[in-house]
């Protein structure tokens, strides 16, 4: 890896990166950057520990001000005030997996650190909103993405959907929760691509010893920043369940807002650093504005083409 610095734009901020960043296009000499946060992404050693630690784990450490995250053979990372990210790689990691988790998990921190909230989900553009599906992982949201992208959608977000916080206050009079557009890719497993009839091989990978590819969103721009108009709880249908069509069951009041707070990034670090009530608002907010259903359906893949027909049945309303 190189140490000469680079710049790049990914959602709000702009990371001038020691570490190169081949999945982002590279900012021109000179390049408008007005309205982003600036990041600086250093190689160097990371520190033992961190002071204040408010909640742990094996592999991470986290403060108010700072999240440390050791993976082993691969890098050690610090991020410090979603301002800063340092980080130590291992001898013989492979670059693809150190900007694995720069550009998932270490960017989530980044976005947790400056005050902002995202969904674990992917996310595409219909009408003038954004609908989200929101899920564990294996739950099907990038597939989903990228079937619908298929269909003539816009790929909004892929695994972290970002919200403008600033567009969400807490005051009565405080505009709609908007979507940040973050996805210069989606992140397919090969059966996935097979299914879709696209190729791998001139694919990266995701990890270097998985089977999982970065598929480039084809969209030479996204959308401006959009209200978010539904979100989808995916669920996988029992094998023995009856039938075969996808099932969308409304998610209202309580229920609705604790799966929302469920599906937030760092749901786990909302309490320790003093942002559970931040984020118990904003999805209030958000379900005052759009819809919630749990989608669930058959996994097979021989049944994905019912599920998007009936998907795009339902999400008709929205494009009206």
């Known amino acids: 890896m190189l140490s000469a610095v680079v710049k790049y734009r990914l959602g ?34 990371v520190p033992e520990r961190i002071a204040d630690v408010v909640a742990n784990e094996s592999r ?65 553009r219909v009408g003038t909103g954004v609908v989200a599906f929101l899920g564990n992982s294996g739950a099907g949201k990038s597939t989903l993405a990228a079937s619908l992208a298929q269909r003539g959608y816009t790929v909004v977000a892929d695994d972290i959907c970002l919200l403008d916080s600033r567009s969400s206050a807490s005051s009565a009079d405080s505009g709609p929760v908007l979507v940040i557009p973050v996805a210069p890719a989606l992140k397919l497993w090969r059966s996935a691509l097979d299914h879709l009839g696209a190729s791998h091989e001139s694919l990266p990978r995701v990890f270097s010893r998985d089977d999982k590819f970065r598929v480039p969103v084809q969209s030479t721009e996204l959308p401006v920043r959009l209200p978010l108009r539904e979100v989808l709880f995916l669920e996988w249908a029992d094998e023995d369940q009856p039938g075969e069509l996808p099932i969308f069951t409304p998610v209202e009041g309580v229920q609705a807002v604790t799966r929302l707070m469920e599906f937030t990034h760092y749901d786990y670090l909302m309490k320790p650093t003093g942002r559970q009530t931040g984020n118990f608002q904003l999805c209030g907010q958000i379900l005052a504005q759009a819809r919630a259903f749990t989608l669930r359906r058959r996994r097979s893949f021989a049944h994905l083409d019912l599920t998007l027909d009936a998907l795009e049945l339902h999400l008709a309303a929205l494009k009206e």
Request: with cysteine; glycine share 8%.
């Open 12 to 45: 709000p901020f702009l990371l001038a990166s020691e570490i190169p960043l081949p999945e982002l296009e590279p900012l021109a000499v000179g390049a408008d950057a007005a309205g982003t946060d600036n990041i600086s992404i250093r190689l160097g050693e």
């Open 60 to 124: 991470w450490w986290a403060s108010r001000q700072e999240y440390l995250l050791r993976v082993p053979e691969i890098a050690n990372f610090l991020v410090r005030n979603g301002r800063e990210v340092l980080v130590q790689p291992d001898p013989g990691a492979q670059p693809d997996d150190i900007r694995a988790y720069l550009l998932s998990p270490i960017f989530s921190t980044l976005c947790h650190q400056a005050g902002m909230y995202s969904l674990h989900g992917s996310a595409v």
